[in-house]
């Protein structure tokens, strides 16, 4: 396994629609073992493959965060909303693309997903509170959109002109 580097917004690759997977290999399975890694060691619950700067409709998560708690790891690949509740939540949430930024965002609160698995087999499940938020906000990565995207226009160009700030000092390191 080898740590990814993750790109940090504003990067023209995160705003990008993603191509379907259509070849399920070693090279797919060593990609979602890579993200798997990245997203424990940043650490978060869900990483895009995007957000490595690959434009494949692949996704991890892992929303399991109690000390102690078995993990769970989860690679969707090609995953699609199929449902969602009328009942909605408010999470507040964060990107590893958009690292000491969070803001609340108001999602379906159940959904229910269809993905193929690293064999390509079809798979289906529902999920509700946190990995909802989850699933959700990570397959808006493959479609090119960020959290901050359903904030209002002020708070997203201030979010923006951090990131910004943060990449001119990261490239001067």
């Not at 797919?28 to 798997?36: E, S």
């Not at 929303?63 to 408010?90: F, I």
């Not at 959700?136 to 209002?152: N, P, R, S």
């Amino acid at each position: 396994m080898t740590l990814r580097h993750i790109l940090i917004h504003p990067d023209p690759r995160l705003k990008k629609t993603c191509e379907p997977v259509s070849t399920f290999d070693k090279g797919l399975a060593a990609l979602a073992d890579d993200m798997l890694a990245t997203m424990y060691d940043a650490p978060g619950i869900g990483l895009a493959a995007p957000q490595v700067g690959v434009m494949d409709r692949l996704l991890v998560m892992d929303c399991v965060k109690e000390e102690g708690g078995t993990p769970e790891p989860m690679v969707l690949v090609n995953p699609q909303v199929v449902w969602e509740s009328d009942e909605r939540s408010v999470y507040e949430e964060g990107c590893l693309s958009i690292p000491g930024q969070y803001a609340d965002v108001e999602r379906p609160k159940m959904v229910r997903v269809t993905w193929q698995d690293l064999e390509g087999k079809a798979q289906e499940q529902e999920f509700d509170e946190l990995w909802a938020t989850c699933v959700q906000h990570e397959i808006d990565h493959l479609d090119g959109v960020l959290f901050i995207d359903y904030l209002k226009p002020l708070k997203r160009q201030m979010i923006t002109r951090k990131m910004q700030k943060l990449k001119r000092e990261q490239a001067r390191e």
